[in-house]
């Protein structure tokens, strides 16, 4: 990371155009000059600062253009011949002298930090429309690290095979060969490090294709489908006929929702060993970018500590350069346990991280390390790893020890509160009234590891809490780790990280660096979101715990068009974005000029190009203070800062004589950020620091104070926190209406899917508990459709991609689909107790549209397993979840989301506890009594009464009432079996059901069908005279 010093106007001179254009945009190194000591120039008709290395290297192995114009490069003098030369005609005299990469390589070249330049920015296509990324620089890596990663043998063939590529194109000669080993390697490594840090990786044609037909012929046929059902109406039970019909209708808009984003699904691709040669260098400092980790928790009752305590020490393991990680833990509760067992666990930490990286182990997080069942000693080459491991095996369950003890002690809460250990009373004995509180456990002098040894930063904060104000929950505890974050550390990347999720592979960081460190898409993403995997659920999957549709479908869709959605967890920010600046504008190509048309024909084109070099030459005035660029916030336009400590807005005023009045009220206009961002000096000057950063000259009490205050529970107030800024509140789901607003001001996400998973975690595999997690998420969805921030009306100004909209609206509209799905699986159990039908006597035609219909309903299912990889039992789990949350956790959200949002009643959420019991997979079979348990139950005791009664009344009339029975009994087995996990969860191990449900259950379906029976609206009415009782004795 660059440093950040104080720049004064007179003592260092302004940068000018021609110095910025010393430095090579692509990689950061000196242009250089030609023999006649000209500044070298590879573009003919924008002059884009490119270095000779790089001009070759896209002239051989790139798309031979430029990265600003998309001009062809023309072929300079010393520069060998590529495909597509001879074409053109050249200027030079001399192109008999090949350009050898080796002369080049031997050259001094002077090393700056890429990042420093501020309009270096530019987008690059290929032909394809697949991203190219060229940025970074050469290789100066050790070469003995690569070949330790590849092994001698395949290290040697990939030297080979490059060896051979570049002999084919005439830049290394073949008498050269054998001579020059070690030359080779240092070409190679070269030449790899200036390879992109990551690629798409688009689905084969063989598998997409289909895919997309199908769904374009099964849109028509549900067209034509639908036609049919509309103008064929079921005259004798027209009622049912008419509530089906809108129920499809339904369902077909729900699919259209639902498939259409999934239109252009994308895997991506990254290279680690290039971002280490890149930005890794021996000898030198590393330029990893730093990154702030945040972990949320809010009850350690509920979520036990010990989850907590792995899931920090898996942060403080990770495999990234210590000084560049910082986890930031947030106690939403105010509780002493979890400040007790923070304590302990970063005293663990000293023997656990220097264990993790000697050893190289996965996962780093020691309660899941010790309880996998795989061979551990796989890979393990060291002496002393099993005699270590048993110590350290031996140390952690200590360490457990210790941390029951913690917790057994908090279950009873003494009278006079709890009291510290210095004797004083805990601060947050009242966990609605409390002060803010912080704590610096590591990352402070003397905090080193058994072998001496720097670790990680751990930082304790639990906001201020006071009666009268709004805390906003989850999304008020984000906005104060940003906040003291950028107080304290300031990086300008955020991983966020629920506390039960640990990191899984500890290299995590370094994919989510490969996409938001590359110097052309990295600038435009708002964040990398990877997928969620779980431990502790049952093979079966009985309630579809695993998401594997959403994550291994769905957001591979969405990656292809603008993002994933946000999902909450396991995601990685881009600072900037989070703090409502608009990403960066790509420069357009300049409009060509040809000198054959009269100036009043091409004016409007050279006007422009002219008027822009002004702006160029005016921006340059504030070169020393600010930076060129403009940032766009919420519709504004704000400078950006370039560096110096500024702990008082009134300073920027200073030395503004000689300025236009222009530039003078640009600076003027920065006081709003203390109407934006709160009235905090140092988080404001940490907000204009684009690379991150602190100020020099700073110290750590200072800081700690100016923490203190950016967490108080006044600070949001008249600002644009949870408005513009930071997570968006309005809405329990916060996650999807902050990943919304990023995506609407026209910023990209990333979805990253490495072949570990980055991270896991647990999720309850209760029935009753994961019924209520389902609600939660299905009411913040009812909450943002009646907020607005509804994307069926909102945003439509941004940047936000249609089929980008449509699946945000999906995920807010779903919740309503309960209403017709729970009318369409009453509907087989009236048709079977009635004997009447929603579809009339089927005609040869009919059945063809009918047949149609499913199967391209079976066809599509199919295909999207087949490209996706995901298994069809993993589908068919989610299928049945679908209709099982749906006529329960869906409609009480829908009507609970009504009643909050229109009436004001407000519903309570609790925390879903995470913890299992002793026995493998107990907690599955454990029962717990919810309302939302009564209607699944009502429609399985219907349909079964309704199959009963229908094959009872098919015996008694005879064989030609079977017939019309098979449609109806189809319909009501598709709903038993979608409803079965339901069943067997209401079952339990033992077979035990509250009585409660079986009562309420038993007593509806009683009631309903005995008054459907009573009067039944589809009983022809009797005509004719009325006949009665003459009361004569025959």
Not at 77 to 105: C, M, R
Not at 468 to 496: D, E, I
Not at 903 to 926: I, Q, R, W
């Amino acid at each position: 990371m660059a440093g950040f010093g104080s720049l004064g106007v007179d003592e260092n001179r302004p940068p000018t155009r021609q110095s910025v254009e010393k430095v090579c945009r692509v990689c950061g190194d000196e242009i250089g000059y030609k023999e006649d000591g000209e500044l070298f120039v590879a573009c003919h008709v924008c002059g884009f600062p490119v270095c000779r290395p790089c001009y070759e290297y896209e002239r051989s192995d790139g798309n031979q253009c430029c990265p600003q114009c998309n001009t062809r490069y023309k072929r300079r003098k010393g520069s060998p011949k590529v495909a597509g030369d001879e074409e053109e005609n050249f200027d030079q005299d001399d192109f008999d002298d090949e350009f050898q990469i080796k002369k080049n390589h031997d050259e001094s070249i002077h090393q700056h930090n890429a990042n420093q330049s501020e309009n270096g920015e530019y987008n690059q296509q290929h032909p394809n429309g697949q991203a190219f990324s060229i940025a970074g620089s050469t290789a100066g890596k050790d070469f003995e690290a690569e070949k330790e990663i590849y092994g001698s043998a395949e290290w040697k063939e990939r030297v080979e095979k490059w060896k051979v590529k570049q002999e084919k194109r005439g830049l290394v000669s073949k008498d050269d060969g054998g001579n020059h080993d070690q030359g080779d390697e240092d070409d190679f490594l070269m030449a790899e490090a200036r390879q992109p840090l990551w690629r798409k990786v688009p689905i084969p044609s063989s598998l997409i294709s289909p895919y997309r037909i199908v769904i374009i012929l099964r849109l028509f046929i549900l067209a034509f489908f639908l036609r049919f059902r509309i103008l064929t109406p079921a005259y004798d039970a027209f009622p049912l006929w008419l509530i089906s019909v809108i129920c499809e209708i339904w369902f077909a808009l729900s699919w259209i929702l639902d498939q259409f984003p999934k239109w252009f699904p994308i895997t991506r691709e990254t290279y680690l060993d290039r971002l280490s040669m890149r930005f890794e260098r021996e000898g030198e400092p590393d330029r990893l970018a730093p990154v702030d980790f945040f972990v949320s928790t809010v009850d350690p009752l509920k979520e036990p500590p010990i989850i907590t305590a792995n899931t920090v020490l898996s942060i403080l393991s990770v495999d990234y350069p210590v000084d560049k990680v910082s986890c930031y833990v947030s106690d939403d509760g105010a509780s002493m346990l979890l400040f007790d067992t923070l304590s302990e666990t970063a005293e663990f930490a000293r023997r656990w991280v220097p264990f993790c990286k000697r050893h190289n182990i996965e996962p780093r997080a020691p309660e899941f390390y010790f309880s996998e069942k795989i061979d551990y000693l796989k890979d393990k080459v060291h002496p002393n790893f099993v005699k270590e491991r048993r110590a350290m095996k031996r140390e952690y369950e200590e360490f457990k020890v210790r941390v029951n003890a913690l917790v057994a002690k908090a279950q009873k809460k003494p009278e006079e509160g709890w009291v510290m250990q210095d004797g004083t009373p805990w601060p947050g004995n009242n966990t609605r009234d409390h002060p803010g509180m912080i704590q610096v456990y590591l990352g402070s002098e003397g905090a080193l590891d058994v072998e001496g040894k720097e670790l990680p930063r751990l930082v304790y904060v639990s906001r201020e809490k006071r009666p009268g104000y709004q805390h906003h929950k989850k999304a008020g505890a984000m906005n104060a780790l940003v906040r003291v974050s950028a107080v304290l550390t300031n990086a300008p990347f955020m991983l966020n990280l629920d506390c039960d999720h640990y990191i899984n592979n500890s290299k995590a960081a370094r994919e989510a660096m490969c996409f938001l460190m590359d110097p052309q898409f990295g600038k435009k993403l708002c964040y990398v979101q990877f997928p969620q995997r779980f431990d502790g659920i049952d093979h079966h999957d009985r309630y579809a715990n695993r998401n594997i549709v959403f994550f291994d479908i769905n957001m591979l869709g969405l990656d292809g068009i603008q993002g994933p959605v946000y999902v909450g967890t396991g995601c990685v920010f881009n600072r900037q974005a989070l703090y409502g600046y608009d990403p960066p504008v790509s420069e357009k190509r300049p409009k060509m000029t040809c000198d054959c048309w009269p100036s009043w024909c091409c004016c409007c084109c050279g006007g422009p190009r002219k008027k822009s070099k002004k702006k160029g030459e005016r921006k340059g005035l504030l070169g020393g203070l600010l930076y060129s660029k403009k940032k766009k916030m919420m519709g504004k336009n704000y400078m950006r800062k370039g560096s110096a400590p500024i702990f008082d807005l009134e300073e920027i005023e200073e030395g503004l004589e000689g300025y236009e009045e222009l530039e003078k009220s640009s600076l003027m206009s920065q006081k709003n950020f203390k109407k934006r961002f709160g009235q905090s000096p140092v988080f404001i000057a940490s907000t204009l620091m684009e690379n991150g950063g602190l100020p020099e000259g700073t110290n750590t009490t200072s800081l700690v104070k100016e923490a203190i205050h950016v967490i108080s529970c006044g600070y949001e107030e008249k600002t644009e926190w949870g408005k513009e800024i930071g997570w968006i509140y309005g809405s329990v789901t916060e996650d999807i209406l902050t990943g919304f607003k990023m995506h609407c001001r026209g910023w990209k996400s990333v979805y990253c899917t490495p072949k570990r998973a980055a991270f896991k975690g647990s999720a309850p595999i209760n029935l009753s508990d994961r019924l209520h997690q389902v609600l939660r998420w299905a009411l913040g969805s009812v909450e943002i459709f009646l907020s607005r921030h509804c994307p069926l009306w909102y945003g439509y100004g941004g940047k936000l991609k249609w089929l980008e909209r449509l699946a945000y609206t999906n995920t807010i509209v779903y919740p309503f689909t309960s209403i017709p799905l729970l009318a369409y699986c009453i509907l087989p159990a009236v048709c079977l107790l009635t004997g009447k039908f929603i579809i009339p006597t089927l005609n040869n035609l009919a059945a063809v549209w009918f047949l149609a219909l499913f199967m391209s309903i079976i066809a599509t299912g199919v295909l999207e397993l087949r490209w996706s990889g995901v298994s069809i039992q993993d589908w068919w789990r989610n299928e049945q979840f679908w209709v099982i949350g749906g006529v329960s956790a869906h409609l009480f959200a829908v009507f609970q989301g009504l009643l909050k949002v229109l009436a004001g009643v407000d519903t309570n959420f609790t925390v879903t506890a995470k913890a299992a019991d002793d026995t493998e997979f107990g907690e599955l079979y454990l029962f717990k009594w919810t309302t939302l348990l009564i209607p699944p139950t009502t429609l399985i005791i219907l349909n079964m009464v309704g199959v009963v009664a229908g094959v009872s009344d098919a015996i008694n009339n005879g064989y030609g009432s079977w017939g019309p029975l098979f449609g109806k009994l189809f319909f009501a087995f598709w709903v038993i079996l979608h409803l079965y996990p339901f069943l067997k969860g209401l079952m339990g191990r033992q077979n035990r059901t509250p009585t409660i449900v079986v009562l309420w259950s038993v007593l509806l379906a009683s009631i309903f069908s005995l008054i459907w029976v009573r009067i039944d609206p589809f009983l022809p009415k009797q005509t004719g005279p009325i006949l009665k009782q003459c009361g004569v004795e025959c």
